[in-house]
């Protein structure tokens, strides 16, 4: 099925993108959210921030075809 | 900080007297809001002769603690006709800290239409005529005095704005490259400024230092402990230096929560073009700087300078609140258009938040269309032209929406909402309904724990938890206000309780006071008590403490949702 990948800030670089246009890949039925941070070779020990359709998840979250997922290193601003 | 510098606009004399007993123990916000509940009439006319501008640096501000040198201003805000304290970085609010100033407060008002300046040393000060200033954006006016009084001078000061009294006005601070680039923002405090004949004040701090903490060694610890939390935690040591505080915009348009056009969605398709990494990448081509100290003593650096394409200065940042508020809010995705109008902001002396939402709902009621970038940037030229244009839109977002009768029109007690929408993240908007400030993100910085998983998490799509999670915020930040902290460093110490404690232990060290967790949050209490009986005896009611109507009834996409916290909750908040 394919998911939608968007990385943001530091985590821009284990994208295969270099402007943050979203990565589609195509994974099996039944992945969540850390087989693809498998897949992407992003590193455990860093915190993220897991969206999956605008609703914050974790990285057992199941997805679905079409899912729109987000990944953010710690950030926070003003 | 041992002196009270009184400066008295009726007869234009400055007396320094010694800090009262009734106002010993207090700096930055909690002495300005106490000053202000003290000494101003609740229901003086904000723009009147009764009403004062307090200034006044953090407990902190006389010290090298990391992060210490936040400026508070305090008055009767013209705009929400509440108590107001808006905050600032740069160089002023340490300088004032080592000219031993706990507070500068300006009162009363001068017969005649003529400007003034303040000299502040650390003996006193004196006023002096300043009609050369007259009419000059904060750029000039500030070039002007540094040709006076030197680089190594701080300077603040009101633009066209703050002298036209608009609502919208703030006053300007100096940044370490001495540029009028950091601003005490909200609520109309330069409108105040300005209707004191007040133009600029010169902060003269030769001959200042640091006060001698009474025990050095546990200074030195306590700083220390702060300092680690900030080095370490990957908010404040990576991304905030990294991307600056516009690392926000993907997250909070991810989240849904990204008020676009008028707040009336919750994403925006141009985010790519104003977000934090492409402002990162852009600064970088042009030769401007990323991981930039706003004020001495800042180690978390997350602010930045950003240049035109032929690599010339442009402004400073721009910073996530002024990017959201004159970019998606406006639905414009041009950076530079953008930078522009951050530019003319700093310079006229205006809140970029405040002036984002008033464009925003002018838009809404026809007077550009959304996504004209050169038409934002042709509405905001017409404020120092002083036309009626310009005046009914530099009055702020409920100004506008009252002229050209719209009905979306995101304010609370008449201030304009900030960049996180409600609905979707319903804790921002029990800060905004509840804070004695208006609607205030910082307040009660809820994005924390409902967004960024910063303090733990509380579920921003539901009611539940919110209303305990905004009250603590709130407690907290009134307290860190009065230190004189960036609040930035909530991000650390909302995680590393060391963080935390050093910054007590530091106030212990250097006042020989024996403070505990729990005794900074009763002062946190306190200032709240003070400010909210302020309001109260001004005419503020709990109708006052509600977000407007549309934000229950109209679902913003792509959830759908609306703000589903109760008003009985809300009434809740202020229990303690």
């Given at each position: 099925m394919k998911v939608e990948i968007k990385l943001f800030a530091g985590l821009r670089k284990y994208s295969s993108h270099e402007r943050a246009e979203p990565v589609i890949l195509d994974i099996p039925h039944g992945s969540a959210v850390g087989d693809i941070l498998a897949l992407l070779e992003i590193p455990q020990d860093i915190k993220k921030i897991i969206f999956v359709n605008g609703v914050?998840?974790?990285?057992?979250?199941?997805?679905?075809?079409?899912?729109?997922?987000?990944?953010?290193?710690?950030?926070?601003?003003? | 900080m041992e002196k009270i510098v009184r400066v008295n606009m009726d007869d234009l004399t400055v007396k320094v007297e010694l800090v009262p007993e009734k106002y010993r123990g207090l700096g930055g916000r909690g002495l300005t809001s106490t000053i202000v509940a003290a000494e101003v009439p609740p229901t003086c006319d904000p723009?009147?002769?009764?009403n004062k501008l307090v200034f006044a640096p953090g407990l902190l501000n006389n010290t090298p603690a990391p992060n210490a040198g936040r400026l508070s201003v305090g008055c009767k805000s013209p705009l929400t006709g509440g108590i107001k304290e808006a905050n600032s970085g740069g160089v002023a609010g340490n300088k004032l800290g080592r000219m031993g100033i706990a507070a500068v407060v300006v009162e009363g008002m001068p017969k005649g239409n003529k400007s003034y300046k303040l000299i502040l040393t650390k003996d006193g000060g004196t006023i002096e005529p300043a009609d050369d200033l007259k009419g000059l954006g904060n750029y000039d006016t500030v070039a002007k005095l540094t040709a006076k009084y030197g680089q190594k001078t701080g300077y603040v000061s009101i633009g066209q704005a703050g002298e036209m009294l608009l609502k919208a006005a703030s006053i300007a601070v100096t940044d370490r490259e001495n540029r009028p680039t950091r601003h005490l923002g909200r609520g109309g405090v330069g409108a105040v400024m300005g209707s004191k004949g007040l133009k600029a004040i010169v902060v003269d701090d030769t001959g200042g230092q640091y006060s001698k903490p009474v025990d050095p060694e546990g200074f030195k610890k306590a700083s220390k402990k702060l300092l680690d939390a900030l080095k370490t935690h990957p908010v404040t040591s990576q991304g905030l230096p990294t991307y600056g505080t516009n690392v926000l915009a993907n997250?909070?348009?991810e989240a849904g929560g990204y008020?676009?056009?008028?707040?009336?969605?919750?994403?925006?398709?141009?985010?790519?073009?104003?977000?934090?990494?492409?402002?990162?990448?852009?600064?970088?081509?042009?030769?401007?700087?990323?991981?930039?100290?706003?004020?001495?003593?800042?180690?978390?650096?997350?602010?930045?300078?950003?240049?035109?394409?032929?690599?010339?200065?442009?402004t400073k940042g721009p910073e996530y609140e002024t990017i959201?508020?004159?970019?998606?809010?406006?639905g414009i995705d041009d950076l530079d258009s953008i930078a522009?109008?951050?530019?003319?902001?700093?310079?006229?002396?205006?809140?970029?938040?405040?002036?984002?939402?008033?464009?925003?709902?002018a838009m809404e009621g026809g007077v550009k269309k959304f996504g004209d970038a050169k038409g934002a940037i042709e509405l905001i030229k017409e404020v120092p032209k002083g036309t009626e244009l310009g005046i009914i839109l530099g009055n702020g977002a409920a100004s506008v929406g009252r002229a050209y009768n719209v009905s979306r029109v995101p304010v609370v007690k008449g201030q304009g909402l900030?960049?996180?929408?409600?609905?979707?993240?319903?804790?921002?908007?029990?800060?905004?309904?509840?804070?004695?400030?208006?609607?205030?993100?910082?307040a009660g910085y809820a994005i924390a724990p409902n967004i960024l998983k910063v303090g733990g998490f509380v579920d921003p799509l539901k009611p539940e938890g919110q209303i305990d999670t905004s009250r603590n915020l709130q407690i907290a930040t009134a307290a860190l206000d009065t230190a004189g902290m960036c609040i930035f460093v909530a991000f650390a110490i909302l995680d590393i309780p060391a963080g935390f404690e050093g910054i007590y232990e530091m106030l212990n060290a250097q006042y020989g006071l024996k403070l505990t967790a729990d005794d900074v949050l009763a002062l946190g209490k306190s200032v709240l008590r003070t400010e909210r009986e302020f309001n109260k005896k001004a005419g503020l009611t709990s109708a006052d403490d509600r977000l407007p109507k549309f934000f229950m009834t109209e679902p913003l996409s792509p959830h759908g949702k609306v703000f589903e916290v109760t008003d009985d909750e809300l009434d809740q908040v202020h229990n303690y």
């Open positions: 914050h998840g974790a990285e057992e979250t199941q997805l679905n075809e079409h899912d729109r997922v987000g990944i953010f290193p710690p950030v926070a601003g003003g | 723009l009147g002769k009764d997250i909070i348009n008020p676009t056009r008028n707040f009336s969605e919750g994403r925006f398709e141009g985010v790519e073009k104003i977000s934090g990494e492409r402002q990162h990448d852009v600064i970088l081509e042009r030769g401007g700087k990323i991981a930039h100290g706003c004020m001495p003593g800042c180690v978390i650096q997350c602010s930045r300078i950003y240049n035109d394409k032929d690599g010339k200065f442009l959201w508020a004159n970019g998606a809010n406006c522009q109008i951050d530019r003319l902001c700093d310079d006229y002396g205006l809140d970029t938040i405040e002036w984002g939402d008033a464009v925003a709902v900030p960049a996180y929408d409600p609905r979707p993240i319903m804790g921002i908007g029990v800060t905004y309904a509840t804070s004695t400030m208006g609607a205030d993100h910082t």
